[in-house]
């Protein structure tokens, strides 16, 4: 089974995010909304060819 789409959104999660996105490489969607994260976007989410990540306000498209 492949991870594609991961909803995170509500889960009042808070801290940085973790760098562990390197196992998961054909995740396309990625939903953060309302959480409490904090720092960088870990090396890691630049593994895999596409990701759409939510935020609370804003959509990031990461390339690789």
Do not use: D, K
Request: proline residues 5%.
């Amino acid at each position: 089974m492949q991870l594609e789409f991961l909803n995170l959104a509500s889960n009042n999660l808070s801290g940085e995010i973790p760098n562990c996105w390197r196992i998961w490489p054909f995740l396309v969607e990625l939903n953060f909304q309302s959480n409490h994260f904090f720092g960088n976007l870990p090396s890691s989410m630049g593994m895999t060819t596409e990701i759409e990540m939510r935020t609370n306000f804003t959509v990031f498209v990461l390339h690789n």
